[in-house]
């Protein structure tokens, strides 16, 4: 699956939504989040099961960036969406995303 690439200029569509934490400057962490999180959002909203490590791979952010930015697509301000974990072996795990229409 390939995505669209936004020009360097034009916000996400998740620039708007606040993220939190104790070390989170907006000014220098919102732009990389934002980005993060809709790069994720994009590749899984088809729904398919796929590892950290895939995401990661895909998406080329960091696997724990993928996991933060997964456990935020289920909170309300981030449109509540269903994000399925599913056991495949010791400590490895397939996710999936179900768009909250």
Do not use: C
Not at 26 to 42: H, K, M, T, Y
Not at 67 to 81: P, T
């Amino acid at each position: 699956m390939t995505q669209e690439t936004l020009p360097f200029n034009a916000p996400p569509k998740w620039a708007n939504i606040q993220f939190n934490g104790p070390e989170y400057d907006p000014d220098r962490d919102n732009p990389r989040l934002s980005g993060q999180i809709e790069r994720v959002f994009n590749l899984m909203q088809d729904s398919e099961w796929r590892s950290l490590r895939a995401i990661a791979a895909e998406t080329n952010d960091p696997e724990n960036s993928v996991s933060a930015q997964l456990r935020h697509l289920r909170k309300k301000r981030f449109g509540a969406h269903t994000v399925n974990r599913k056991h495949v072996a010791l400590g490895y795990y397939l996710y999936q995303l179900i768009p909250n229409t």
